[in-house]
């Protein structure tokens, strides 16, 4: 009955609201971005190669292939989000916006284009990496094939933590790498504040933001 019960929520409840923001989301993309050449240009082209690759699909089969992370952890952070986040952190073209786990890094290229500011995504799934730095072969950004751990974080301006289900054991493990960061560097993470983890970082903003699952707070910490 449990199980029916889930089936039945999934299908008549989660996933209507899920199709419902993809809708309102490209319907942002296209009238907000869009006008923006540059950008529509990189998008479609973008789009274009994970036509035929599901990203959910992707990131189930190399966590089965490495045996490292959790199976249905993976989500993307709508271009919406990054708007808000580039607007209230100020990014700037002489920035260096890094996005630590980017899956397949539509913010990367959103930063880059939009922003025009050299732009990094950290990520380990392969895949993600090879589609998106072909779509980003002529652009100051790239998708880095590697472990968060191997980034050099002093090189960073803003960072982007999306790591919403990490536990408290995980997120503790990345403070010593945040450490590294050079002063006046700006980190954003999502649905939890740094503070509650270390006193060396300061909350100078937080807002409210609708992501596929439902309205998270952003916290900006320098």
Known sequence: MK???????????LYPKVLWFQYREERFIRKKLYPIARFKQVDRRFKSVYRLSNPYKVHKAH????????????GETPLSVFQELFQK??????????????????GVLYAS???????????RIPQF??????????LPSKLLCQDISEFDFSIGDIFYF?????????????MPLFSCMKKGAKLVTVSFSLQSFSQEFQVVGSWMSMFPWGEGEVFIHV
């Open 3 to 13: 199980i029916i019960l889930e089936f039945l929520s999934l299908t008549f409840i």
């Open 63 to 74: 966590v089965k292939r490495s045996g490292k992370g959790s199976l249905h952890s993976y």
């Open 89 to 106: 952190v100020n990014l700037r073209s002489s920035d260096v916006f890094v996005d630590l786990g980017c899956g397949r890094g539509r």
């Open 113 to 123: 284009e939009c922003y025009q500011c050299l732009s990094f995504g950290v990520e």
């Open 129 to 138: 990496c090879h589609k998106t730095n072909q779509v980003a072969k002529d």
């Open 162 to 174: 999306y790591s919403l289900c990490m536990n408290e054991e995980e997120i503790l493990s990345f």
